[in-house]
């Protein structure tokens, strides 16, 4: 059975710094892209990154781009979301799930397609920015 367990949310201080895994198990992990997607208190899902299957691509939303890092671990079944310079409206539900195929555009993904194209989501894992 395929599962994604998410992992390293909390509390962070404006600016700082805070590294989400993406735990996999019950499928071959290495044929799938994952993405990571949030999901901020009365808003819709977000597409904040996604990269693919051997972790050679990989892309971000604008609103992240240059303060998060997406990598992968294929051997350890495990994707890492390092995420930088964290602001406010960075707070969210952060979840990851698994696509058959690399989506270069994930930041302009409707929530619509979000759910539609990639499947098992995690139970999310919460991350606050306050002060």
């Known amino acids: 059975q395929l599962q994604l367990v998410e992992s390293g949310g909390g509390l962070v201080q404006p600016g700082g710094s805070v590294t989400l895994s993406c735990a996999a198990s019950?499928?071959?992990?290495?044929?799938?892209?994952v993405g990571w997607i949030r999901q901020a208190p009365g808003k819709e899902h977000e597409g904040v990154s996604c990269i693919s299957s051997s972790g050679g691509r990989r892309n971000y939303a604008s609103s992240v781009q240059g303060r998060f890092t997406i990598s992968r671990d294929n051997a350890k079944n495990t994707v890492f979301l390092q995420m930088d310079s964290l602001k406010p409206e960075d707070t969210a539900v952060y979840y990851c799930a698994v696509a058959r195929h690399y989506y270069d555009t994930i930041g302009a993904m409707t929530a619509k397609a979000l759910k539609d194209d990639f499947r098992s989501w995690g139970q999310g894992t919460q991350v606050t920015v306050s002060s």
């Open positions: 019950g499928f071959a992990f290495d044929d799938y892209a």
